[in-house]
């Protein structure tokens, strides 16, 4: 069954959830990573919020998620998980991450078929989100492509997504076609260093440190789990 919504023009900025959901997704709307989808989601979501300046990071190993303002951001993804994130004030961004209240998945779905770059279809175990305007996903599989091979200057938006990826284990197997010159051990290096040095217009060295941070965590937390399951897989 196909559910459609009115469309809106396709925006020209999409948020970060927005972009990592796309490149999740096949264009038959079978989603990749289904494993550690949410954890990805919701590190993306987080960054995004501290690019906003909404959530900050105290500075622990686990860094516990601070609510520093529940001013709306104008994305609607963004502004539904602030609550969420009120309530779970000073618990641990590993914990953060796979809390069943934190699965963005629907609500970013919703988001881009509802400016006409996916569609919803609806069945038995859930939704399935299929291409309709595939000229989003080429542009910012473009973009990265760019950031990675050094052309400009670095971008934290496109760092925090191969970051993310990379943490997934998906990050070779997503971007093989845009980057083929590349090894899965060198893409991997690739995604380290633009965390390290890539920078964001209008962010204070205090927040861009949170970032990277923020990204180190997410990381680890997302490697232990994919090591959790591939060592329960195993046996």
């Not at 396709?10 to 990573?33: I, N, W």
């Not at 709306?72 to 009120?86: A, K």
């Not at 959790?228 to 046996?235: I, L």
Request: charged residues 25%; aromatic residues 2%.
């Amino acid at each position: 069954m196909i559910h459609t919504t009115a469309s809106e023009p396709a925006p020209a900025h999409l948020s970060l959830s927005s972009e990592l959901f796309l490149l999740l997704t096949k264009d038959s709307g079978r989603q990749d990573s289904t494993s550690y989808r949410q954890y990805a989601l919701v590190g993306a979501v987080l960054a995004e919020l501290l690019l906003h300046q909404r959530i900050s990071l105290d500075d622990r190993r686990d860094p516990r998620v601070q609510v520093i303002s529940t001013e709306p951001t104008g994305d609607p993804v963004l502004d539904q998980f602030l609550p969420e994130l009120e309530r779970l004030d000073g618990t641990a961004i590993s914990r953060v991450m796979g809390h069943r209240r934190m699965n963005p998945t629907e609500a970013i779905g919703g988001a881009l078929a509802s400016v006409g770059i996916l569609e919803q279809r609806r069945g038995l175990f859930g939704n399935r989100w299929p291409v309709v305007n595939p000229q989003p996903e080429q542009a910012l599989r473009e973009r990265i492509a760019r950031s990675v091979r050094g052309e400009g200057e670095p971008d934290s938006r496109d760092a925090i997504l191969v970051g993310l990826l990379d943490a997934t284990q998906v990050l070779h197997a997503i971007l093989r076609h845009d980057l083929p010159e590349l090894s899965r051990r060198e893409l991997s290096a690739r995604a380290k260093e633009l965390i390290e040095t890539a920078s964001a217009p209008g962010v204070t060295s205090a927040v861009a440190k949170q970032i990277r941070s923020a990204m180190a965590a997410m990381m680890a937390s997302m490697a232990a789990i994919t090591a959790a399951t591939t060592a329960t897989a195993a046996h």
